[in-house]
């Protein structure tokens, strides 16, 4: 059964630093893994998304690593602003099994001015 | 191209009753996923349904149910509510034959029972 942990639950850094937020997963055989932020009581907004064969992908400020062997994403935010504070979560998708997500339990970020 | 939309977007029932929630996905996708979201649980998902057919069923009593139209929009129903049911109810819609089978998710439906 694929479980998948986001370690820290909550993470507060000052305006400027660059965040960093980690993921892992049990099962390698992973369709891709997703990362979305969620803002309070909202729905989830796609960040990026990494196929299983790809090592990273990027967005702007965003960037996200892959390393299915060890079963770890990590999602960078280089010059963290007030408005990145929110729920990080990120999920996978496993092969053969339609489209279900599995989640982590999410980081919750504040970023102070 | 229009989001993921959801409706209502708020609820509130007494226990014991019933509810639908609705769920259009994005134009072209055939793929809705279903999704609970509670503080203690953390998102969990309900089901997938695919052209019509539930593909996917997570671990849900029989009182949560749902279904898909062939225009691929999507309802889930949740008979004799309880207390514990309160909670973000998420949708979410993929091209399933799409190279990154991404998907997208609606704003939400959040429901209290009382």
């Known amino acids: 059964k694929q479980e998948v942990t986001q370690i820290p639950a909550a993470l507060s850094v000052p305006e400027g630093e660059n965040l960093v937020l980690n993921c892992s997963f049990t099962?390698?055989?992973?369709?891709?893994l997703q990362w979305f932020r969620q803002d309070p009581g909202k729905g989830l907004t796609s960040l990026l998304l990494i196929q299983s064969s790809q090592r990273e992908q990027t967005s702007g400020r965003l960037n996200a690593s892959l390393d299915k062997s060890s079963g770890r994403s990590t999602l960078y935010i280089a010059a963290s602003q007030p408005g990145d504070s929110a729920t990080y979560l990120c999920?996978?998708?496993?092969?053969?099994?339609?489209?279900?997500?599995?989640f982590g339990g999410g980081t919750r970020v504040l970023v102070k001015p | 191209k229009a989001g993921v939309t959801q409706t209502p977007r708020y609820l509130i029932k007494t226990r014991g009753q019933q509810v639908t929630l609705s769920c259009s996905p994005i134009s072209g996708h055939r793929s809705v996923s279903w999704y609970q979201q509670t503080p203690g649980q953390g998102l969990q998902f309900l089901f997938e349904y695919f052209s019509e057919t539930q593909r996917n069923k997570g671990n849900f009593p029989g009182r949560f149910s749902g279904r898909q139209f062939s225009n691929s929009r999507s309802e889930m129903n949740v008979s004799t509510l309880e207390l514990g049911d309160s909670a973000l109810y998420l949708c979410?819609?993929?091209?399933?034959?799409?190279?990154?089978?991404?998907?997208?998710f609606g704003p939400g439906t959040r429901l209290l029972v009382l």
């Open positions: 999920a996978v998708l496993i092969k053969a099994a339609g489209n279900k997500l599995t």
């Open positions: 979410a819609s993929s091209l399933d034959g799409g190279r990154d089978r991404a998907q997208y």
């Open positions: 099962d390698s055989a992973i369709y891709n």
